[in-house]
């Protein structure tokens, strides 16, 4: 009896598909498989087995060393891990030691970019069988199970750059921790919102984007030129539970991958610092279904002039949403970088209210039906780990279902309106998040410390950084 079996972590479904990706590999045509996990930064960390490895994989999980979980996102281990000290609490990270991936069956694909080469999502269990609660997937999971039988769907509008490679600067003097970034080009001179002579600019790319974002089976619905240089954005049709969060981190990788192989660079880092770039957000929109029924559709559409056109229960939803705003900045916003794109009259949210159908307010009331009635929003960057944003959305709204809160009117002037301002940085929206105990009731404790401990460590890091601008201001007037 396998690692799998003995801890009864698949379902029968889980189990059915296993069966079906063993007889595909058997039949020929994979020759290796990536067996990754989301980080605690949403980045994808794993090993490549062969194809003869598979059968062992998919029955006892595999080995990667649990000092993953205590890394910023340079790479850095911010937690002690090889002395007396328990490392975070958690007595199974002493030392560095293993932890099990465990592979979701459902989540396999051929990576069309890839050929030969098959792709798992895994979830990481203690060598005891026990969960990891640092897992961000496995968060996610256990706030979705606290809707009590709701369904939660989300669809995603994400915005990046796409630049031409001119030097990825991988010399010996560019490397680091980080090392250099890669230096790269423009595809179109931006400004154009939505022009289909843009578009065509970038078509060549965007083409061989699209056949393998298709070609892994994700629910591509859209390409679109956004505003700035060599800015552009997807959007994904929804999914329930965890299928948003899993397309985001495949889709994120995929365009990066793909695009290196062709010659470009692909960032979802929110502001390049290259001149005449604009900030790139991902607006996530979302909704609640009891056996398929949408929730936040009020009953009669025209009964409200002040109040949000929605059920009371999305009116509390929404209100949860405003409530938490500033601690859920940590989970949407997290490097940074991300706090440049909170501006006044930039269609970016700067404080926390919502409009019907208005793309400055950070949560915009969308839907001309029941079913397609909605809550978009745009808090969010594209660098977010899309397990942590989901679930503290969810988390959010939950509370305020609970606590029946009221979001108050609608934002005609969203950037003038008296409202609680988003937080103006990093250290600020951790401070919110800290001081929020509902939302850490909902999402652990000791996953926000945590959390809060590795974020902390990268605004360490910055502090001790002589930036462009101090140099600029100081190096030549003093």
């Known amino acids: 009896m396998g690692f799998v079996e003995r801890h009864g972590l698949w379902s029968a479904e889980q189990t059915a598909a296993a069966g079906e990706i063993l007889a595909r590999a058997e ?82 694909r051929m990576l069309p970019w890839s050929p030969g080469t098959g792709w798992l999502l895994c979830d990481l269990r203690f060598t005891s069988g026990g969960p990891v609660p640092l897992c961000t997937r496995g968060l996610l999971r256990s706030v979705l199970h606290q809707a009590d039988g709701l369904t939660y769907r989300t669809g995603l509008e994400v915005e990046f750059h796409l630049f031409r490679l001119d030097d990825p600067r991988l010399g010996p003097g560019d490397l680091g921790q980080p090392g250099a970034a890669p230096e790269v080009g423009m595809l179109n001179h931006g400004y154009q919102y939505l022009s289909e002579l843009r578009y065509d600019e970038l078509d060549p790319i965007l083409d061989v984007l699209r056949s393998n974002i298709e070609g892994l089976g994700l629910p591509l619905r859209s390409m ?58 991902w607006h996530l929109h979302q909704s609640v279904l009891r056996d398929g029924v949408a929730l936040f559709a009020p009953e009669d559409p025209g009964s409200s002039e002040s109040g949000p056109p929605l059920s009371p229960y999305g009116t509390a939803f929404l209100g949860g949403l405003l409530r938490h705003a500033r601690a859920t900045s940590a ?112 999402l652990g404790k000791d996953f926000v410390a945590y959390y809060a401990s590795i974020k902390r460590a990268e605004l360490a890091r910055f502090g001790q950084e002589v930036t462009d601008w101090e140099q600029r201001e100081y190096f030549r007037v003093f």
């Not at 329930?240 to 990788?253: E, F, K, P, Q």
């Not at 365009?255 to 062709?262: D, L």
């Not at 209210?353 to 307010?361: K, L």
């Open 224 to 281: 679109e030129v956004e505003f700035g240089p060599s800015q552009v954005e997807l959007t994904l049709q929804p999914a329930d539970g965890l299928g948003t969060a899993d397309a985001m981190v495949l889709l994120r990788s995929a365009v990066k991958q793909v695009a290196a192989r062709h010659g470009h660079h692909a960032t979802f880092m929110c502001r390049p610092h290259l001149p005449g770039v604009f900030s790139s957000g």
């Open 27 to 108: 039949s020929g045509g994979m020759t290796v498989v990536r067996v990754v996990f989301a980080d605690q930064h949403g980045l994808l960390r794993g090993k490549t087995v062969t194809v003869g490895e598979l059968p062992n994989v998919l029955r006892e999980g595999t080995g990667i060393a649990s000092s993953l979980l205590a890394k910023d996102t340079s790479g850095r281990t911010v937690f002690p891990l090889f002395t007396k000290e328990t490392p975070l609490g958690l007595p199974e990270l002493r030392g560095a030691a293993d932890m099990v991936m465990v592979p979701d069956p459902l989540t396999f």
């Open 331 to 442: 989970f949407s916003t997290p490097t940074l970088n991300g706090f440049k794109r909170f501006r006044s009259m930039s269609l970016a949210p700067d404080r926390a209210v919502w409009g019907r159908d208005n793309r400055g307010a950070m949560v915009r009331v969308v839907g001309d039906g029941p079913s397609a009635t909605r809550l978009e929003n745009r808090i969010g960057e594209p660098a977010a780990n899309p397990y942590l944003y989901l679930a503290s959305q969810l988390a959010a709204g939950l509370d305020g279902v609970a606590g029946d809160l009221d979001p108050g009117p609608a934002a005609d002037e969203p950037y003038a309106t008296r409202a609680e301002p988003l937080p103006r940085s990093l250290g600020e929206a951790l401070d919110a998040l800290e001081a929020d105990q509902a939302l850490a009731d909902r």
